[in-house]
């Protein structure tokens, strides 16, 4: 037997003998050490001899993870609608590609997130070779402090007309440093020419950090999972349309699958 199946027996084995000495306490008849060595030892050799009601458990355990996950993505397209104002028509969200464009890219992200840094150069070259497209960035730094102060200079950025310039140089250097820190952030926030003064009083505004927030409750609204988060819809989209109307993909997209994704909006 594989080490690896070797220590999920045991480990349930483990978890199995715990719960009955829990009962056990419980209800007033606690086991001494032996017998809590016999009871470990019956079921530690009965996975052994039994490896496949393991497999059968952790079968059944997946499904039960991708049955939730397939509801929550069900539930997250069919309600996306009501949510169309603060997904599609946010004014002070960061946007790039064409302002008035038909067909709207809305994607939540992390600049620490590894599937976020592969997706960047798939959203330039949309941007390059689509002109009918805008892509809305919502930032949701999930991932720690650098994450979040990242989010927070990208804003600053964005209030100084050179959200592009610092977004894409910054997903650049993530694919090749990281983790990221404050001083490489700070660095990139230089590089293409932010004023450090007004991104300093950014750090500290309030007006960012309720930016910030309000990303964090529409994630929460939406149930969304993690990041990359992609919606996509006309650009004209109101709250009153169908949940067709608006396409939701979790995760990574390759370039063929995003525009088949447009490609269906579109029509």
Same mark, same amino acid.
């Given at each position: 037997?594989?080490?690896?199946?070797?220590?999920?027996?045991?480990?349930?084995?483990?978890? !199995?003998?715990?719960?009955?000495?829990?009962?056990?306490?419980?209800?007033?008849?606690?086991?001494?050490?032996?017998?809590?060595?016999? &009871?470990?030892?019956?079921?530690?050799?009965?996975?052994?001899?039994?490896? @496949?009601? %393991?497999?059968?458990? /952790?079968?059944?355990?997946?499904?039960?993870? #991708?049955?939730?996950?397939?509801?929550?993505?069900?539930?997250?397209?069919?309600?996306?609608?009501?949510?169309?104002?603060?997904?599609?028509?946010?004014?002070?969200?960061? #946007?790039?590609?064409?302002?008035?464009?038909?067909? $709207?890219?809305?994607?939540?992200? =992390?600049?620490?997130?590894?599937?976020?840094?592969? #997706?960047?150069?798939?959203?330039? =070259?949309?941007?390059?070779?689509?002109?009918?497209?805008?892509?809305?960035?919502?930032?949701?730094?999930?991932?720690?402090?650098?994450? @979040?102060?990242?989010?927070? *200079?990208?804003?600053?950025?964005?209030?100084?007309?050179?959200?592009?310039?610092?977004?894409?140089?910054?997903?650049? /250097?993530?694919?090749?440093?990281?983790?990221?820190?404050?001083?490489?952030?700070?660095?990139?926030?230089?590089? *293409?020419? /932010?004023?450090?003064?007004?991104?300093?009083?950014?750090?500290?505004? =309030?007006? &960012?950090?309720?930016? /910030?927030?309000?990303?964090?409750?529409? !994630?929460?609204?939406?149930?969304?999972?993690? $990041?990359?988060?992609?919606?996509?819809?006309?650009? =004209? %989209?109101?709250?009153?349309?169908?949940?067709?109307?608006? &396409?939701?993909?979790?995760?990574?997209?390759?370039? @063929?699958?995003?525009?088949?994704? &447009?490609?269906?909006?579109?029509?």
């Amino acid at each position: 037997m594989k080490s690896g199946k070797l220590m999920t027996c045991v480990a349930i084995a483990a978890i !199995a003998a715990m719960n009955v000495t829990s009962y056990a306490t419980a209800s007033g008849n606690a086991f001494n050490s032996a017998e809590k060595q016999q &009871i470990e030892t019956v079921v530690h050799d009965y996975l052994l001899k039994n490896p @496949d009601v %393991v497999v059968q458990s /952790l079968q059944l355990f997946q499904e039960k993870q #991708m049955n939730q996950a397939r509801e929550t993505i069900q539930k997250t397209q069919t309600n996306s609608p009501k949510f169309a104002n603060a997904l599609f028509h946010e004014g002070k969200d960061p #946007m790039a590609g064409n302002a008035n464009g038909k067909i $709207t890219v809305v994607e939540f992200f =992390d600049y620490q997130c590894s599937h976020c840094i592969d #997706m960047a150069p798939i959203l330039q =070259d949309l941007i390059k070779n689509n002109p009918n497209v805008k892509i809305v960035f919502k930032e949701f730094p999930i991932r720690g402090p650098i994450s @979040d102060y990242a989010a927070k *200079v990208a804003l600053a950025a964005n209030e100084q007309g050179k959200y592009a310039a610092f977004h894409d140089a910054l997903m650049l /250097l993530a694919a090749k440093q990281q983790p990221l820190t404050q001083d490489a952030v700070l660095g990139v926030a230089k590089n *293409v020419g /932010l004023d450090m003064d007004k991104v300093k009083a950014a750090l500290a505004s =309030d007006a &960012i950090k309720q930016q /910030l927030k309000a990303n964090y409750k529409l !994630a929460q609204d939406l149930q969304l999972m993690g $990041t990359p988060a992609f919606f996509v819809a006309k650009s =004209d %989209v109101t709250p009153n349309a169908p949940s067709s109307a608006i &396409i939701f993909v979790p995760g990574q997209l390759t370039k @063929d699958q995003l525009e088949q994704v &447009i490609n269906k909006v579109s029509q």
